[in-house]
């Protein structure tokens, strides 16, 4: 009897342990398939409103924001993942890209980059590049502007003085004043053009017609529209340009404001040249 028992509770000790394996590995089983599934997560991706063709700056309407959802630690190639659209706004398209399709990191030169510094920079639709040449002086400027950066141009003029005075003042023996007999003008410096982006510098070699001899020249491109540029021809045979960083300065600067008041005085012929 006693035999009989102990093989019984054997047979339930072996069952037990039998069934305790059983649910044990059934566990694992369960966690090793939540360790394999794969989490999702969000991904944004830029995708171009229209037709983007090689050349032409990126604006903020070309450009909208897509969220997908997808395993996490996915990779999408070259796709730019993950920025806002401001990270390609004002960059160049190197390729020409059609709407809908998503954009990647060798479409694009992004503002700032070496490859966007190197680009020769189409205008916008509707406007027009337009040179500037510029001296040695200009370019001490100007050395830290880039494509892409903004300028201001400048106008240099002359304007007659109402008073007839003398360019060299005369002076009166009799009563020691000053005579006027001619007329003078006043330099004046005012904002022609605000704010134009700069498309490129280029250096060409150009042959000197004076001297008949080869020289390097250095333009300035900036981005203007047909009407700044016909202003220009407008003005162009009476001053002179002159470009600067683009900066909020406003109204002109003349020979009135600039130059010492005695000075001044003297240069317009003195006391009877006030008058």
């Known amino acids: 009897m006693n035999q009989k028992l102990i093989i019984i509770l054997s047979v339930i000790i072996i069952f037990i342990g039998a069934l305790g394996l059983l649910v044990n590995t059934g566990s694992k089983r369960e966690g090793e398939v939540a360790i394999k599934q794969p989490t999702k997560r969000n991904y944004t991706f830029l995708i171009a409103t ?26 999408f190639g070259n796709d730019i993942v993950d920025k806002n659209k401001d990270f390609v706004v004002d960059g160049v398209m190197l390729s020409s890209v059609s709407k809908g399709k998503r954009l990647e990191y060798g479409d694009v030169a992004l503002l700032g980059s070496q490859e966007y510094n190197n680009l020769k920079i189409k205008p916008k639709n509707g406007y027009f590049s337009f040179a500037f040449p510029l001296k040695d002086e200009d370019l001490v400027v100007l050395q830290n502007l880039k494509t892409g950066d903004y300028a201001d141009v400048y106008f240099k003029y002359q304007t007659k003085n109402k ?11 009799n009563n020691q004043s000053y005579g006027s007999d001619g007329s003078i003008s006043s330099a004046n410096l005012m904002v022609f053009l605000r704010k134009k982006k700069i498309l490129f510098i280029e250096k060409k070699i150009i042959t000197d017609p004076i001297k008949q001899e080869e020289k ?36 002109v600067l003349s020979t009135d404001n600039v130059l010492p008041k005695d000075f001044i005085k003297e240069y317009k012929g003195g006391v009877d040249g006030q008058k």
């Open 50 to 75: 229209r037709d983007i063709n090689k050349g032409e700056t990126i604006g903020a309407l070309d450009i909208t924001a897509e969220t997908i959802e997808d395993d996490e630690n996915k990779h």
């Open 163 to 173: 008073r007839n005075v003398s360019i060299v003042p005369k002076r009166d023996k």
């Open 216 to 251: 390097i020249a250095t333009f300035l491109h900036l981005e203007l529209s047909q009407d700044e540029i016909k202003q220009i021809y407008a003005v162009e045979s009476v001053g002179d340009f002159y470009i600067f960083p683009a900066s909020g300065a406003n109204g």
